[in-house]
């Protein structure tokens, strides 16, 4: 079998590999100084903290007063990115684990 990878040089083309990306789902900082607040997110592994994401999923407040306005998330959309074999961060494992949003 020839190889093909030589012609598609010569025509200034290139064979980019298939790259299979980690996702997480953890929490990205949006609190300022001494009150904190967090974004729950779906982040390729490899971004920062507070870098791109690939969808905002809810939101964490600390301090709120209202449990039930502490952790909100889209449930559906969690549990999308768990299918398809997104990883929760531990912190966020519990979080899902105690509000019952993740299938365990």
């Not at 079998?1 to 953890?26: F, W, Y």
């Not at 306005?69 to 105690?98: C, E, I, N, Y």
Request: proline letters at 4%.
């Amino acid at each position: 079998m020839p190889d093909n990878t030589a012609n598609l040089r010569n025509v200034g083309c290139s064979i980019k590999q298939v790259e299979h990306v980690a996702v997480k789902i953890r929490l990205k900082k949006t609190g300022r100084k001494h009150l904190p607040s967090y974004r729950v997110v779906a982040a390729d592994s490899r971004a920062k903290r507070d870098g791109k994401v690939l969808e905002v999923l809810g939101h964490y407040d600390p301090l709120a007063a209202d449990e039930k306005k502490q952790f909100v998330v889209k449930r559906d959309r969690v549990q999308h990115w768990l299918d398809v074999g997104a990883q929760p961060t531990d912190t966020v494992a519990s979080l899902l684990k105690k509000t019952g949003a993740q299938k365990v």
